[in-house]
């Protein structure tokens, strides 16, 4: 279902649409075309893009097209979904050890629908954090484990 959703393939294109997608909130799908939890997004995020259209706009970026992203934001398990709000990336807290992306699929379409009228509202408040609204029981549990050096 990625073939809906328009693509972003190179540092530049993906740094372009941060700099200018202003006053709604920029999602940006990590992930590979082929994978069947990517689709499975997919097919969640281009059945609401219509729904959210004035609050959002989304596109999907391959982790292999854009390395600089996808070491930036530390996207190790796929897919990842990013949010950013007039160029500022946006954080959620899902009950997660990481706020900065959202990792696994939405497992259904209110549940995405809802973070995006979430992060929407507090972007337009001025906030650069929000809890999010998904029952904890829908989001993916991990652990991050760090090294040290």
């Known amino acids: 279902m990625s073939f809906l959703l328009p693509k972003l393939t190179t540092k530049k294109d993906v740094d372009h649409v941060i700099k200018t997608t202003e006053d709604v909130v920029l999602v ?15 097919d969640i995020l281009s059945k ?3 729904d959210v259209s004035k609050m959002a706009t989304i596109y999907c970026v391959d982790t292999e097209c854009v390395p600089v992203y996808t070491q930036y934001f530390d996207i190790t398990l796929i897919p990842a979904t990013v949010f950013f709000f007039n160029g500022q990336h946006m954080k959620v807290d899902y009950g997660t050890p990481d706020h900065t992306k959202f990792i696994g699929s939405f497992k259904t379409k209110q549940d995405f629908i809802d973070l995006v009228e979430v992060i929407y509202r507090g972007a337009m408040k001025g906030k ?9 029981r829908n989001i993916t549990q991990y652990e991050l484990l760090y090294q040290d050096i």
Not at 28 to 42: E, H, S, T
């Open 48 to 50: 609401t893009a219509h």
């Open 128 to 136: 650069l954090m929000v809890t999010s609204p998904i029952d904890s």
């Open 28 to 42: 940006l799908r990590f992930g590979r075309d082929a994978d069947l939890v990517c689709m499975q997004l997919d």
